[in-house]
């Protein structure tokens, strides 16, 4: 098992420590429906060093990532971050991604903790066509923390007042320096909620954690851990890989069209994307049901007829709405919100209805 940098404070501070993408991770600290209303009313700092990070370098990167990847990176400029998916030929999904452009010819790119290996061999697969482009993995001498919730600006303001973070537009990043280290400021997340993620040495990592925590302590800021950034990121809607896609999903049957921007050139798994927009058949929903009973990965769903309709992607107690939530893959045909569904949990049938994502609206 590897161990974030940060790994002795988490044990220092109680956390239940679990496996998770083959690392020792704080699942939780002092619970995760009090962390979970800490990020959506105050403030909450992750520790999510186990993600993998790349830089691909070369005069000829952002070609090579525009092949290797189904969003548009021609869109994106220096300081820009884009949310990218990369795919098999038969248009499964390898992983879902950060790409950061630092310039023309540099590109950092975060990845699932999980998928990081694998990640890194594909890529490094489809490199040699593209002439002089590099891999380089750098997720062993990098941290990344994540300071979320709306009094986050203000705990940024305390620990770099000559920085002003909270101008960065959502998908915007810029380097910063701490004590003379350079750090990297991203205004994205996971949790729905104003923040920024900040990538940074190992080295200074333990330092910069304890004075985030320490200047959030007027704003309630709590260390939050991967339990409760399920349930934030859940409410949200987004995706999870191993929940919503994997390999054997196809993004354009998982609310990630958007992504898939068929109208560029040629990428790895277009012309999979392109059979599948013709005639999709599943489709990515949210659902709640009656009562307290908790929906898990690969329930079924039935319609009135119990006739089977689809599975259970990811599902939990939303500590916001106080019911059960969760997602699901359906047949489109009974994706509409308010369409009446029931969920098979432990042998009996529960009464629910698909719903509008995101659950909660920020």
């Not at 001498?141 to 919730?149: D, N, P």
């Not at 320096?177 to 205004?187: K, P, S, V």
């Not at 309709?309 to 500590?319: A, Y």
């Amino acid at each position: 098992m590897k161990k974030t940098a940060l790994y002795s404070w988490h044990e220092q501070a109680g956390a239940k420590i679990i496996d998770f993408g083959g690392y020792l991770m704080p699942v939780q600290y002092s619970g995760i429906i009090a962390e979970h209303k800490a990020v959506r009313e105050a403030a909450g700092l992750f520790d999510v060093s186990h993600m993998g990070n790349f830089y691909v370098r070369g005069v000829r990167a952002g070609e090579f990532l525009q092949y290797l990847t189904t969003n548009d990176l021609s869109k994106v400029s220096d300081g820009e971050a884009q949310y990218n998916l990369m795919l098999y030929t038969d248009g499964g999904v390898v992983d879902d991604l950060i790409i950061y452009r630092i310039d023309a010819e540099t590109y950092f790119l975060i990845v699932n903790a999980s998928n990081a290996q694998k990640d890194y061999a594909w890529i490094q697969k489809h490199i040699g066509a593209f002439e002089g482009v590099s891999l380089e993995d750098r997720t062993d001498e990098l941290s990344l923390v994540a300071l979320q919730g709306p009094m986050s600006g203000a705990i940024l303001r305390k620990v770099f007042p000559d920085e002003d973070c909270n101008t960065l537009a959502s998908f915007r990043f810029r380097k910063v320096y701490y004590n003379g280290t350079e750090l990297l400021i991203a205004r994205t997340g996971y949790t729905g909620e104003q923040g920024v993620e900040i990538c940074l040495p190992n080295e200074v990592a333990l330092e910069l954690w304890s004075v985030l925590m320490k200047a959030g302590e007027e704003y309630g800021v709590q260390p939050i851990g991967l339990g409760a950034r399920d349930t934030l990121r859940l409410e949200m809607g987004y995706s999870l890989y191993g929940h919503e896609i994997d390999s054997t999903v196809n993004p354009l049957e998982a609310r990630l069209k958007w992504v898939v921007k068929m109208e560029k050139g040629p990428f790895i798994g277009k012309e999979a994307c392109r059979q599948v927009e013709l005639n999709p058949r599943y489709a990515v929903a949210g659902f709640s049901l009656d009562g307290r009973a908790l929906p898990r990965q690969h329930f079924r769903l039935y319609n009135s007829d119990r006739q089977e309709i689809g599975t259970v992607c990811s599902g939990t107690l939303s500590p916001t709405l106080q019911e059960p939530i969760g997602t699901c893959s359906i047949l489109r045909e009974y994706s509409r919100p308010g369409t009446h569904v029931m969920v098979e949990i432990r042998g009996t049938m529960h009464q629910g209805v698909i719903r509008a994502l995101p659950f909660v609206q920020r």
